[in-house]
């Protein structure tokens, strides 16, 4: 993969629903355009981060399974205005 990501979170280990509560904090620390790769090995993530970007200002531009190891390229997106 050819992305490179401005932070690595690891979240190895972790159950749902962590790893993606983890990531939106991650992001929130990160300027809008940056790149978030999350490592992750809760299954149920997959789901859970696909479902989160479609209802999110976020992308996720990528995203592979590797010897148990799920992960997840999200780029900030711009925040709407509430």
């Not at 809760?42 to 789901?47: E, P, V």
């Amino acid at each position: 993969m050819s992305l490179q990501p401005d932070q690595v979170l690891d979240v190895c280990g972790l159950p749902c629903p962590l790893p993606l509560l983890k990531a939106k904090q991650a992001l929130a620390r990160l300027e809008a355009g940056q790149l978030l790769e999350v490592r992750a090995t809760d299954a149920g993530s997959w789901q859970d981060f696909a479902s989160y970007v479609e209802l999110s200002p976020h992308a996720m531009p990528a995203r592979e399974e590797r010897d148990g190891i799920y992960h997840y390229w999200l780029r900030k997106g711009e925040e709407r205005a509430s």
